[in-house]
């Protein structure tokens, strides 16, 4: 399946919409944030909603279907920095990709 357009569009702006709802959006908060970045090639600033898991200054993003996404491949060698939303604050830190053996890509954020 590929995930790009309009779907993608639609289904990233209800996730959106579900974090600042006013009866779910704090329990859709704990799971989902939206990370900002400035694309390598492009330069230009980009956000998108994303799962994650945080363990103290370590949040962890599995990019679901990597191989129909692009904007983790800004994060693979050195990395690069990225911006998110944590607990109503917008927190920066520094964020590297890696696929493992089995095909799956985790960002890392060091915050």
Same mark, same amino acid.
Request: hydrophobic content about 25%.
């Given at each position: 399946m590929n995930? $790009? @357009?309009?779907?993608?569009?639609? %289904?990233? $702006?209800a996730m959106v919409g579900l974090r600042n709802a006013p009866l779910v959006g704090k329990l859709v908060r704990k799971g989902i944030t939206v990370v900002s970045y400035t694309g390598?090639? *492009?330069g230009k600033t980009f956000s998108t909603p %994303?799962?994650?898991?945080r363990k103290g200054e370590v949040v962890d993003i599995q990019v679901m279907m990597p191989d129909d996404k692009t904007w983790w491949r800004n994060f693979s060698g050195e990395g690069g920095p990225l911006t998110l939303e944590l =607990? @109503? %604050?917008q927190r920066t830190g520094h964020a590297t *990709?890696?696929? =493992?053996?089995r095909g799956r890509v985790t960002v890392r954020v060091q915050l």
């Open positions: 995930f $790009k @357009g309009p779907l993608a569009r639609n %289904v990233n $702006k390598r090639r *492009s %994303v799962g994650y898991q =607990d @109503g %604050v *990709s890696h696929r =493992d053996e």
